[in-house]
């Protein structure tokens, strides 16, 4: 067999892989809670890789690496400022939304536990909500139809449209049927599949560039500025970059993974597991894109004419071609993890946040079921629409999303879960300017000298408390129930038999 044939061989084992898990993920799915939040029972292990894989994207395999691979190691504080911020996301944040979600009307949606919590009587902060997530939704998913397109285009030569279509459809597939437990169990599969290939691909290109020295003797050769953290960057720029880590209080495909946690108390592991995984993961990264300029220094005759490429060009000319295959499908893991989360978000956004607010009245379970399904497929043309021009590249299609949901969501998220005197006036305004400022910001030339996510996340916060401060009314209610939800978090984990199957 030809080159070529032994990595579609690999890839075609890895996606049969995807549709099975997401076949047994259809089995286990009876109605919307489990469509949504796997009926809030997965554990902390599961719950960390899930996060982690729908996370990163294919921003860590191809974005993170072209970023470092054109500017040096000053590209690396955008993974410096995302691995800390994950760190704070799981500290202060899971324990709490699994809490409070739960004892606020068992609450299954970001948008729907803001309604509850605040006591929003005319829904407009549900519906605004979920207009803001489908919105940036639906640019976050042709980010993923953008990259699929690239990996088929860059690494076997196929039209880019083919590849999106390619990716598109089996992503699409076992998340249509598996919906919440299709997406976290491929997740899982997905982030370790792209844990092994980050630590194989620049272990194998440091044995080929002379290790250490040879690297760092061959980036300075190029640039001796690519190898230092500071030197060549503004402190805006660096600020802009580590800024990133504000994002993850306010990424709903992300903090709907701590929602279905089993306890509050599985947040603590859960951290561990995620961080650990993530720190080696973007280390790898970074190394693979050190390891290409070096590699490409060494060998002139050779040339990457996209840095978006260098992690599939480089697993391209190290490995045997099946083998180069298995680990070019860690793209494709990344990619598909991620749309996949994001398309269950999204159609939760529409059945749960907007149709049964307009249709007002309530769904079977198979009636929710198909109606999320529905809800996937609709988001994916969409987004497959946008995505066939290929006019943007991933990186910026990815940051304008992660900062639309930074600004917009993380202040309240994180005013709503430790101060008592949000109110529903003041998280709509917050929601309302976060977004608009992200939007009228992003698409200025203001967006090049600082990450829109800055002020619109600082604008937010503002407007929030200012509001809230002027239109709070005391209510015991709520204040019982905020102090239910801090009782809660030394509930401990169900006892096995209890489990849902997404536990298992």
């Not at 990595?7 to 099975?20: N, P, Q, S």
């Not at 996510?453 to 200012?466: L, S, Y």
């Amino acid at each position: 067999m030809d080159d070529q044939t032994f990595k579609i061989l690999a890839m075609v084992v890895y996606m049969a892989a995807m549709l099975g898990i997401g076949w047994y993920a259809y089995s286990k799915t009876s109605d919307l809670d489990d469509y949504m939040l796997a009926g809030r029972g997965l554990r902390p292990g599961t719950a960390a890789l899930s996060a982690g894989a729908s996370d990163m994207s294919s921003w860590l395999l191809m974005g993170l690496p072209g970023a470092v691979y054109t500017s040096g190691l000053i590209g690396a504080w955008m993974a410096i400022g995302l691995t800390i911020g994950a760190w704070l996301n799981w500290k202060f944040v899971a324990p709490r939304l699994r809490s409070y979600t739960e004892v606020s009307n068992n609450s299954i949606t970001v948008p729907s536990f803001l309604e509850n919590r605040l006591r929003d009587r005319s829904r407009l902060l549900r519906i605004v909500s979920g207009v803001i997530i489908l919105s940036f939704f639906t640019f976050y998913v042709s980010s993923g139809m953008v990259a699929g397109g690239t990996f088929f285009d860059t690494s076997f030569n196929s039209s880019y449209f083919l590849g999106m279509v390619v990716v598109a459809g089996v992503t699409i597939a076992y998340t249509l049927f598996g919906g919440f437990m299709g997406a976290t169990f491929t997740d899982v599969a997905q982030g370790l599949l792209m844990l092994t290939a980050l630590i194989v691909v620049p272990i194998i290109g440091l044995t080929q560039v002379g290790g250490f020295g040879g690297m760092f003797e061959s980036i300075n050769q190029v640039d001796p500025t690519m190898t230092q953290l500071v030197t060549g960057g503004s402190v805006v720029g660096i600020i802009s970059a580590a800024a990133w880590g504000l994002g993850y209080f306010g990424q709903p495909h992300i903090i709907v993974r701590f929602m279905a946690l089993r306890s509050p108390k599985d947040a603590l592991t859960g951290r561990r597991i995620g961080i650990s995984w993530m720190f080696i993961t973007v280390v790898g990264a970074v190394l693979t894109a050190l390891v290409g300029i070096a590699y490409y220094q060494q060998n002139p005759q050779l040339s990457l004419e996209d840095p978006e490429a260098v992690f599939l060009a480089l697993a391209d000319v190290f490995f045997h071609p099946f083998v180069a295959g298995i680990v070019l499908a860690a793209v494709l893991a990344a990619i598909m993890s991620t749309i996949s989360s994001q398309l269950v978000v999204s159609s939760s956004a529409l059945v749960e946040d907007l149709y049964n607010m307009i249709a007002k009245k309530n769904l079977t379970p198979k009636q929710g079921v198909i109606l999320g399904r529905l809800g996937v497929l609709a988001v994916s043309i969409i987004a497959i629409a946008l995505a066939a021009g290929r006019n943007e590249s991933i990186l910026s299609l990815v940051s304008f999303a992660w900062a639309g949901f930074g600004a917009s969501f993380g202040p309240i998220v994180l005013l709503a879960l430790y101060w008592k005197k949000l109110t529903a006036a003041g998280a709509l305004s917050g929601l309302i300017v976060g977004a608009a400022t992200v939007f009228i910001w992003g698409n200025t030339g203001a967006s090049d000298w600082l990450y829109e996510i800055v002020p619109g996340f600082v604008f937010n916060m503002v407007v929030t408390v200012v509001v809230s401060l002027l239109t709070y009314k005391r209510n015991p209610e709520i204040e019982a129930e905020f102090a239910e939800a801090i009782r809660r978090l030394d509930a401990p984990a169900p006892p096995d038999e209890k489990e849902h199957a997404a536990a298992q």
